[in-house]
């Protein structure tokens, strides 16, 4: 089992940056791939990015390319995700996710319990 707790959310203005963690316990994350997707109100979940075990592999959703960086210390057991140039359509609660396989198409098995992003006009 892996637990996974994410942090850093909150409320931040437009063109602000906010940074969320993921801190994982239970096991190593570095046996994981790890991504992270989102939740806005009235929306389906959706995929926001991920990375490879070892950190040499990246995706991100073509909302968030070029304004979003995923990153993860396997030493620390966490990931990160960088979000910069925010807009009001990114406000959603953001999730962590670990699996063999993260990616657009496949969600891995843990979940982190969500933290919210709010982001003003």
């Known amino acids: 089992q892996v637990q996974l707790v994410e942090s850093g959310g909150g409320l931040v203005q437009a063109g602000g940056s906010l940074r969320l963690s993921c801190a994982a316990s239970?096991?190593?994350?570095?046996?994981?791939?790890m991504g992270w997707f989102r939740r806005a109100p009235g929306k389906e979940r959706e995929f926001v990015a991920a990375?490879?075990?070892?950190?040499?592999?990246?995706d991100y959703a073509d909302s968030v390319k070029g304004r979003f960086t995923v990153s993860r210390d396997n030493a620390k057991n966490a990931v990160y995700l960088q979000m910069n140039s925010l807009n009001p359509e990114d406000t959603a609660v953001y999730y962590c996710?670990?699996?063999?396989?993260?990616?657009?198409?496949?969600?891995?098995?843990?979940w982190g319990q969500g933290t919210q992003v709010t982001v003003s006009s």
């Open positions: 239970g096991r190593a994350l570095s046996n994981y791939a």
């Open positions: 996710n670990a699996g063999p396989s993260v990616s657009t198409t496949r969600r891995g098995i843990y």
């Open positions: 990375i490879g075990w070892s950190g040499g592999r990246q």
